[in-house]
């Protein structure tokens, strides 16, 4: 496994084996090491709901409702809350090659803020990545959108992967998604094995 | 009822107005053009109150100019009221605005509802067009830009297939910019004299085929398919013509066969809409990237307006073009990167200007 370095990026480029579209400034994003990739356009903000929290559980109630869709043009601002997540994409849409993951990590500048990601992509990967940010700082943050957030930094492994012919939860999104961590199929067997418990503390007791 | 007695009414409605307008003071529109012309409906409704309160027992031929222009204020608010939504269709809009480029000089500005409903593109002073000059010469608030609202049933908003439907909405606006289906209309019957059908029914068909027409210009036979499958089995009704023969009309355009109908809205564009030609301005990008799962680069306007039947030609043949996909996971692909498609074409314009 090694990191894949500007001169191979580039090719990778010409060849459409890794795309990246748009890439609006090819001098400052493409790096050494990394290219730099922008805050997108829809986010996914948490708001407080009638629920009191977030049930991950096997038919819990919909994660959608603790969060609200908003838009914005590129250059237009948001507002990140201090302790808010709020879930973004980049706006460039993405093609992993097969063999290839992506490591995406908040820019040192960004980092400095409070603001921090750090997500891995899995080869053959193809859309917006998920940006999943929380402002960590005491202040609030206002973000631009289009700006220049992350860094992704590529690595090949050493088998090609399947991404898009095996199941997957996320495919070709162009926006941020809810976590669909409730619709992990082991949750079900985990639930019916906790409610498998607490009847047969019932009967014992009965 | 006296001068007085309207007054009573006219000031009731205007503070209403006022104190809605203010309200939206600090919103976000997505552009500034709205932020310039709320400032103008707030200066118009100030000045509108100084000249209610100042009326005078013999000003009773000016109450119902006041209520038009109330009316506009009316139309206005609700119009940039929708437009503060912060899930506006902005793709949608680009497409629209291009679309909008072509045919008039100076184009309005867009604002959106996305309440529940039938899509619409109409406009606040398009009904009236003496008004914006009436409130020139007696308020000096220029409205040079026409306000105009694209509605979205809110189910639709990010459904970009059916961004089509919107093209026909559009040609409603245009030919009421250009009078087209209605001196036509009256050509027919009293030149022509053709009375097969009521002057009415003979304005309405023709509006109604010149917006199928500027719709297939951009978007194709996707327009003629839709109108299948909404109203199949429709005949001829005083507002609308039978589907039949809308379906047959977008046909003979696009396969550029004779006639009499094609023929007559194109002289008639020619001449009410300074020589604009009914033509097609669409180019259908191939599905290759599509199946590679990837949105597809846009060259020019041509392909923005022809991405739509790209989209559509994957969708019909998904079962081989996207196999092993479920419909619905195959519909939110194409949907994604249509819409991407369009986006990734409008962010690179605006970043080059």
Not at chain 2, 57 to 82: H, N
Not at chain 2, 240 to 263: G, Q
Request: glycine share 4%; net charge negative; aromatic share 10%.
């Amino acid at each position: 496994m090694s990191i894949i370095t500007r001169a191979n990026l580039t090719e990778l480029l010409s060849s459409r084996r890794l795309v990246i579209d748009p890439i609006l400034d090819e001098a400052k994003q493409i790096g050494e090491l990394s290219i730099d990739l922008r805050l997108g356009i829809d986010f996914l903000i948490t708001s407080y709901t009638r629920n009191p929290y977030i049930d991950i559980d096997f038919d819990g109630k919909r994660i959608d409702n603790h969060f609200k869709k908003t838009r914005r043009q590129i250059g237009d601002q948001i507002v990140l809350y201090p302790h808010q997540t709020v879930l973004a994409s980049t706006l460039e849409y993405i093609k992993l090659p097969s063999d290839v993951f992506c490591e995406l990590k908040t820019r040192s500048s960004y980092n400095r803020l409070g603001l921090s990601v750090s997500t891995i992509i899995q080869p053959g990967y193809t859309g917006c990545f998920s940006l999943e940010l929380t402002n960590n700082n005491l202040s609030a943050i206002k973000l631009t959108t289009g700006s220049r957030i992350v860094q992704a930094i590529f690595h090949r492994v050493d088998t090609e992967l399947d991404y898009l012919h095996s199941v997957r939860k996320y495919l070709c999104q162009v926006r941020p998604v809810v976590s669909r961590a409730d619709k992990d199929e082991e949750l079900k067997k985990l639930k019916s094995m906790r409610l498998g418990r607490k009847n047969s503390y019932k009967n014992e007791e009965e | 009822m006296t001068v007085s007695m309207h007054k009573n009414y006219l000031v009731i409605e205007l503070c209403q107005l006022k104190s809605k307008l203010l309200e939206l003071t600090d919103a976000q529109y997505f552009t500034n053009a709205l932020v310039n012309y709320h400032q103008k409906l707030v200066a118009l409704v100030e000045k509108l109150i100084l000249s209610v309160i100042s009326l005078s027992a013999e000003d009773y031929k000016r109450i119902e100019r006041f209520k038009e222009y109330i009316s506009f204020l009316q139309e206005s608010l609700i119009y940039l009221e929708d437009s503060t939504l912060n899930i506006t269709p902005y793709e949608t809009i680009f497409c629209l605005e291009k679309v909008l480029k072509d045919w008039d000089e100076t184009p309005p500005i867009i604002a959106t509802s996305l309440k529940a409903g039938n899509y619409h593109f109409r406009g606040a002073l398009s009904q009236n067009g003496a008004l914006a000059d009436l409130i020139q010469k007696e308020f000096d608030i220029e409205f040079s830009e026409e306000l105009v609202q694209i509605g979205i049933p809110q189910l639709e908003v990010y459904n970009y297939l059916y961004n089509i439907v919107i093209y026909h909405e559009v040609g409603h606006y245009i030919d009421q910019l250009y009078d087209i289906s209605y001196s036509t209309g009256n050509e027919v019957f009293y030149i022509k004299e053709d009375k097969s059908k009521s002057e009415e029914a003979t304005i309405n068909h023709l509006a109604e085929h010149f917006c199928d027409l500027f719709a297939a210009q951009y978007v194709g036979p996707l327009i003629s398919e839709y109108l299948d499958f909404k109203a199949e089995n429709d005949s001829d009704s005083e507002s609308h013509p039978s589907t039949k023969s809308r379906i047959e009309v977008v046909n003979d355009f696009l396969n550029k066969r004779p006639n009499k109908i094609v023929d007559l809205l194109t002289n008639a564009i020619k001449q009410s809409a300074d020589n604009r030609e009914l033509k097609v301005r669409f180019e259908v990008p191939s599905t290759e990237s599509f199946e590679e799962y990837l949105p597809h680069i846009i060259k020019d306007e041509n392909e923005l307006h022809g991405v739509y039947q790209t989209a559509w030609k994957i969708w019909r043949n998904r079962e081989t073009l996207l196999a092993g996909l479920s419909a619905e996971q195959s519909f939110d692909i194409i949907n994604n990167l249509t819409g991407k498609s369009i986006a990734n074409y409008m962010i690179k314009q605006s970043w080059k200007s």
